[in-house]
């Protein structure tokens, strides 16, 4: 539905104060079939001019009956707030979730999720209750690296500073490796809250984000990452990572895969006879109104890059769509997200969608239940690297490569190497 910009001047009357609409979204979030109209409305203190809202509410108008309900946010003040709905619970009736950024040098942000099942409003998500939940302690150790233990999940991660440069380990290590004096950082409260349906079946899961700051905030050491589902009454963890910052480096062996793959490694692979495919370079608005359906990815919020390659992997003559997304909201340590794309009457249908994917993606000649196998590089993680083989069930393909079956050592593979681009060096299109 188009919307006329001047449509968020409108001013609303509230106990005699002037409220502007701030965002709005339309959806069926009481579960009776019909559309509903959710607003955040707030005031603007400082002005037009100013980017800062407060006394942010959020109002629905029932579309059945025109009945109105105003929801007060505990934490109500801050910058950019805006809206999402979608169904978290999996009961078929969008959710409403709410964003604030705080403004703060801590890059944090307010969030909310709320069931409006029935017209009873009902807070399935407080970022408040996640920040007391998912705290961590953040401790800098011998030998250039830092450890960062989950209190929630009771996962210890280990980070380490030699890409942080001479100047910065002298300051803190002698030249031993050893620490000069104890030090801890911290973890920030939840910066980043993005809903993603992992799973493609119309449910969508959060993806958490958090900061890890070292000495001192702006001693940014990487982010916690946790994935969290609807789990009857909570939002639960399922999957949680850390991912690190870095520099660039030897572009060959941190990036590419190109030169590792052309050779037999050590399992006596053969890729010899691969072909390397380069992405595509032509923007793809319809592609990238699909992908960002499927992830909850908004344009100007979201900083993700995408590369793409067209190829015909179950046999009719129409390539499908392969979409490899690269940036903070779809990567984590183990690598990043990928989906399959199905062109239907002009429609890009999905087909199947990936975590932890590295480029290049080897479409083998092998086929299984008619769509060609899939071979991806598994790393990350503390686990030893390997290829895995990804084989299409009559439905779809796996979503995870890290638990599939290896290649087989001694295997020669032969295909194209899709999305076969060095990421450090290569741009991709902007989201």
Same mark, same amino acid.
């Given at each position: 539905?188009?919307?006329?910009?001047?449509?968020?001047?409108?001013?609303?009357?509230?106990?005699?104060?002037?409220?502007?609409?701030?965002?709005?979204?339309?959806?069926?979030?009481?579960?009776?079939?019909?559309?509903?109209?959710?607003?955040?409305?707030?005031?603007?203190?400082?002005?037009?001019?100013?980017?800062?809202?407060?006394?942010?509410?959020?109002?629905?108008?029932?579309?059945?009956?025109?009945?109105?309900?105003?929801?007060?946010?505990?934490?109500?003040?801050?910058?950019?707030?805006?809206?999402?709905?979608?169904?978290?619970?999996?009961?078929?009736?969008?959710?409403?979730?709410?964003?604030?950024?705080?403004?703060?040098?801590?890059?944090?942000?307010?969030?909310?999720?709320?069931?409006?099942?029935?017209?009873?409003?009902?807070?399935?998500?407080?970022?408040?209750?996640?920040?007391?939940?998912?705290?961590?302690?953040?401790?800098?150790?011998?030998?250039?690296?830092?450890?960062?233990?989950?209190?929630?999940?009771?996962?210890? %991660?280990? +980070? @380490?500073?030699?890409?942080? #440069?001479?100047?910065? $380990?002298? =300051?803190?290590?002698?030249?031993? &490796?050893?620490? *000069?004096?104890?030090?801890?950082?911290?973890?920030?409260?939840?910066?980043?809250? %993005?809903? +993603? @349906?992992?799973?493609?079946? #119309?449910?969508?899961? $959060?993806? =958490?984000?958090?900061?890890?700051? &070292?000495?001192? *905030?702006?001693?940014?050491?990487?982010?916690?990452?946790?994935?969290?589902?609807?789990?009857?009454?909570?939002?639960?963890?399922?999957?949680?990572?850390?991912?690190?910052?870095?520099?660039?480096?030897?572009?060959?062996?941190?990036?590419?895969?190109?030169?590792?793959?052309?050779?037999?490694?050590?399992?006596?692979?053969?890729?010899?006879?691969?072909?390397?495919?380069?992405?595509?370079?032509?923007?793809?608005?319809?592609?990238?109104?699909?992908?960002?359906?499927?992830?909850?990815?908004?344009?100007?919020?979201?900083?993700?890059?995408?590369?793409?390659?067209?190829?015909?992997?179950?046999?009719?003559?129409?390539?499908?769509?392969?979409?490899?997304?690269?940036?903070?909201?779809?990567?984590?340590?183990?690598?990043?997200?990928?989906?399959?794309?199905?062109?239907?009457?002009?429609?890009?249908?999905?087909?199947?969608?990936?975590?932890?994917?590295?480029?290049?993606?080897?479409?083998?000649?092998?086929?299984?239940?008619?769509?060609?196998?899939?071979?991806?590089?598994?790393?990350?993680?503390?686990?030893?690297?390997?290829?895995?083989?990804?084989?299409?069930?009559?439905?779809?393909?796996?979503?995870?490569?890290?638990?599939?079956?290896?290649?087989?050592?001694?295997?020669?593979?032969?295909?194209?190497?899709?999305?076969?681009?060095?990421?450090?060096?290569?741009?991709?299109?902007?989201?």
């Amino acid at each position: 539905m188009y919307f006329n910009p001047m449509y968020f001047q409108r001013k609303i009357e509230i106990n005699n104060k002037e409220h502007y609409v701030l965002d709005f979204k339309e959806g069926d979030v009481n579960g009776d079939g019909i559309a509903d109209q959710v607003y955040l409305i707030g005031e603007k203190t400082f002005g037009s001019e100013s980017p800062f809202r407060e006394n942010i509410k959020l109002k629905i108008i029932d579309g059945k009956t025109n009945r109105e309900f105003i929801i007060p946010l505990k934490e109500n003040a801050g910058y950019n707030p805006n809206l999402f709905l979608g169904d978290f619970s999996g009961d078929k009736v969008e959710d409403i979730l709410i964003s604030i950024a705080s403004g703060g040098s801590g890059g944090f942000g307010f969030y909310y999720i709320y069931s409006f099942l029935n017209n009873k409003p009902n807070k399935l998500f407080d970022f408040e209750k996640f920040n007391e939940e998912y705290q961590c302690y953040v401790n800098y150790i011998d030998n250039y690296k830092v450890e960062v233990i989950s209190k929630k999940t009771n996962i210890k %991660y280990i +980070i @380490d500073l030699v890409y942080k #440069g001479e100047e910065y $380990l002298a =300051a803190i290590y002698n030249k031993s &490796g050893k620490l *000069n004096k104890p030090i801890k950082g911290w973890v920030n409260p939840l910066g980043g809250l %993005y809903p +993603i @349906d992992f799973q493609g079946d #119309g449910v969508y899961e $959060l993806y =958490a984000v958090q900061r890890i700051a &070292g000495r001192y *905030n702006a001693d940014g050491l990487g982010y916690v990452q946790t994935s969290l589902k609807w789990d009857k009454q909570a939002f639960e963890h399922f999957f949680q990572t850390v991912g690190v910052f870095g520099e660039k480096g030897n572009v060959q062996e941190t990036f590419s895969r190109r030169d590792y793959i052309v050779e037999k490694n050590e399992d006596g692979i053969d890729f010899s006879k691969i072909q390397y495919r380069y992405s595509e370079t032509r923007k793809n608005i319809k592609l990238e109104d699909a992908f960002a359906k499927i992830y909850g990815l908004q344009r100007g919020i979201d900083k993700v890059k995408y590369y793409y390659n067209k190829i015909d992997i179950d046999g009719d003559g129409i390539p499908e769509i392969f979409v490899y997304l690269v940036g903070i909201t779809t990567c984590g340590t183990g690598g990043c997200s990928g989906v399959i794309f199905k062109e239907v009457h002009g429609e890009y249908n999905l087909l199947s969608n990936f975590t932890l994917v590295n480029n290049p993606i080897i479409i083998s000649e092998n086929k299984t239940n008619g769509y060609n196998d899939l071979i991806m590089y598994v790393s990350g993680g503390g686990i030893k690297p390997f290829y895995a083989e990804l084989k299409f069930d009559g439905n779809e393909y796996p979503l995870n490569p890290s638990i599939q079956p290896k290649v087989p050592q001694g295997r020669k593979v032969k295909g194209i190497a899709i999305i076969s681009d060095d990421i450090s060096e290569s741009k991709g299109i902007d989201f």
